[in-house]
């Protein structure tokens, strides 16, 4: 923490995305007719970028840090911010910076743009509060605060039926698996008599080890719904194919990012490995066996999906498989704990930039209104070269092909799984990706290769959406860049993970 | 009447919870109509405000009291949003029946 500033500002980069999201709100209530999207648009980036600039400064300058002093913490220690809550606010800040400047182009005819900039950037809010969260009641108003602003932005376009149909599913397994969530954390208050993640940790269960127990299973499943997980997977291809791809993108990368910063930090500090292996409340257990289902079920499904969308949407199935290697392959006592969780870390961090791109290409498609399979998508590099290449990057970076630095996120995350002794998840992550290449050089075989089946099928390429464009270009380009600057990434989450345990 | 309350053994209001919480389940499950599935997570989530009361009361602590006010305010504005996408559902689909939108595969 610089020391010149007092210790709330440490929640600077979730006030900042707050402020914006609420400056917008205002403008658009007192004012409706000044409103215009493309300075809505402009705002909300604003708002993004100077919340990923605090973030990323405050890195720097090791707030939070074991080196400077340990977590800030704030309001009773409901609130802890270190270098594992500044890492996640950094991948939320940079998703939602690209998500809105697309919007700008997609939602260039909406009558009302500005509800779509505010309550995304409630969201973002909600999830920084995600990751700062030190006790359970702190998580739960959190995540419903991530939850509520993403069921309408899913059924956004009301005149859509894919839209209104999508926003449904969504909102029926959220308030399902919410109400599950909120009774796995009164189980776990009823066996503790406590919220705060370190006090739950640190009372001795002897009677209510089984009330316990039952509350942590139910907890895994409120995650497994953030993070689109068997078994609450259902919802995530429906609403991912029905809402705009800006929102798809959203969803998919910052709110599943969100569910993985609970994960990592309410289960290793509320129920350490110490904890779980002496009450028998194996939870690590539990995340391998989620985690070998998920990938596999994610990466199966893709490969027979039909509609790019809808294989993006199976394929973010199987990246949640990937990052829940980083709870799964623990152990007590485990040389490597540290290494696998930081490295699940800047896998979602490469996730964040490589799968938002994508989806940003699905709705550059969807603005252009080329269709929505891959046959639809032939030939389109002759109409729009730059955007291709980019699409052929992040195609050729989610299925972990060097030199993309998907490679490496997930060369890492595999290489800690099998330190820890876990070499049958890492093994079947690999054979996961051989699947995920086959699907994913479909869709760049369908656009360089193939000749669409009319040579008019391209003409509905006609404008050039700037934002879009941009927004797409700079994610393909973080993606390249964090091939050499991978190195600080992964150190920076190997330390915030490590402080953990 | 706090004695009274102590007096119950805690094991019953889990009990009670865990019996409220399921059919709060029971209903999101057989329903289709939505407005029955948004009142039976109300239910579910009722479940575990008896539990937050009634152990705030056990262990003598205000946290879980003040949590189940907090759990009340989020529901509402739950189903606030619930209402707001079953009426636009009623708009497009013109009903409230959650097997009838089918659009997309499954």
Known sequence: MVETLPQVAALLPALVLAATGLALLLVDTISPDARSNTSMAIVSALGALGSLSVTVWFVASGTGSVDTGGAVTLFADAIKVDTLALFFIAIFASVTALVVVAAHDYFHDHDNPAAFYSLTLFAATGMSLLAVANSLAVVFVALEMVSLPSYVLVAYLKQDRGSVEAGLKYFLVGALSSAVFLFGISLVYAATGSLILADIASTSVEGLAGVLGVGVVMMIGGVAFKTASVPFHFWAPEAYEGAPAPVSAFLSSASKAAGFVVAFRVFTEAFPLRMAVSANVDWMLAFAVLAAVTMTLGNFAAAVQEEVKRMLAYSSIGHAGYALIGVAALTLDGPANGTVMGAAMAHLLVYGFMNTGAFLFVAMAERWGVGRTFADYAGLWRRAPVASVAMAVFMFSLAGLPPFAGFFSKYFLFQAAIDNGFLWLAALGAVNSVVSLYYYSRVVKALFLDDPEMSSALDAVDVRPTALYAAVVFAAVATMLLLPGFGPVIETAEAAASALF | ?106
């Open chain 2, 1 to 106: 009447m706090t004695a009274i309350a102590a007096s119950i053994p805690p094991s019953w209001y889990l009990l009670l919870a865990s019996a409220v919480f399921c059919i709060g389940l029971f209903g999101v499950l057989t329903r289709r109509s939505a407005l029955y599935f948004l009142m039976s997570v109300e239910l579910m989530m009722n479940a575990a405000n008896i539990n937050f009361v009634a152990f705030a009361l056990y262990y003598g602590d205000l946290t879980g009291q003040v949590f189940a006010l907090f759990v009340i305010a989020l529901a509402a504005a739950e189903v606030a949003i619930g209402i707001g996408i079953i009426l636009v559902l009623y708009r497009n689909f013109g009903t409230t029946d959650v097997t009838v939108p089918a659009e997309m595969r499954w």
